[in-house]
């Protein structure tokens, strides 16, 4: 199994620009996660998904948007892209919500730098 | 609102000590409690959890966490530190009800030194 895979690895933006990063996950999880990384910070929830069509806002979706049209893919959509945006990316799944007792399983992250 | 404190950016333990990792949590309703550890480059690794039951949890490595839920506190543990124990840890929270909204702490730095 692949786990949690998340595609591209590391992306320069300029201002304004959009683009979308890429998840996929092959363990037949319901859920799915999107978060930030930033140094000191820890990680904050942009959005999450409790299975495909379903999705809701985290701590911090503002200028970010979600689909979930298959189990498999949580896409994450920038648009227009501010330096704010500047941060790691990382896509979790899990079976069951964590609240279920269930571990999040991650990606290894996508680097962002908005310029 | 849920939250979680890490109150230590770095800790440095020399390898053989015990080693702690602090974490305070502030939930309303019983908490669901995990530790997750980060290398390099990596995304994260779920350790251990505490759902409910036994105060004293152990996960993977050798890690244990104790409950304390007068002190509203999830301490990370290990007995003997390893060098390859270096990592950055993080604690997490949420709570029954709350579909999936796993709070994260700002995360601790483990520093083991041979």
């Known amino acids: 199994n692949a786990g949690v895979t998340q595609t591209p690895k590391f992306h320069i933006l300029k201002i304004g620009q959009s683009m979308t990063l890429q998840c996929t996950q092959d363990?037949?999880?319901?859920?799915m996660y999107w978060y930030r990384q930033d140094p000191g910070m820890g990680l904050k929830l942009i959005y999450y998904s409790v299975g495909a069509g379903i999705t809701d806002k985290g701590e911090v979706p503002n200028g970010y948007n979600v689909s979930r049209s298959t189990t498999e893919d949580f896409p994450l959509r920038l648009e227009l892209a501010a330096p704010s945006q500047t941060s790691v990316y990382f896509c979790a799944s899990s079976r069951q919500g964590a609240d279920q007792n269930s571990p999040l399983h991650f990606g290894n992250g996508t680097r962002l730098t908005v310029t | 609102a849920q939250s979680v404190a890490q109150p230590e950016d770095q800790v440095n333990v020399a390898e053989g000590n015990p080693l702690t990792v602090k974490c305070t949590y502030s939930?309303?309703?019983?908490?669901?409690l995990f530790w997750y550890v980060q290398y390099p480059n990596r995304g994260l690794q779920f350790l251990l959890k505490?759902?409910?039951?036994?105060?004293l949890v152990k996960g993977s490595y050798g890690f244990e966490a104790e409950f304390n839920k007068s002190q509203t506190s999830f301490h990370l543990k290990k007995p003997s530190a390893l060098v390859s124990d270096s990592a950055l840890y993080f604690c997490a929270v949420t709570h029954a009800s709350n579909t999936g909204k796993l709070i994260f702490g700002q995360g601790t730095t483990l520093q083991v030194k041979p």
């Open positions: 505490y759902i409910t039951g036994d105060n």
């Open positions: 363990m037949n999880h319901n859920y």
């Open positions: 939930v309303s309703g019983n908490p669901y």
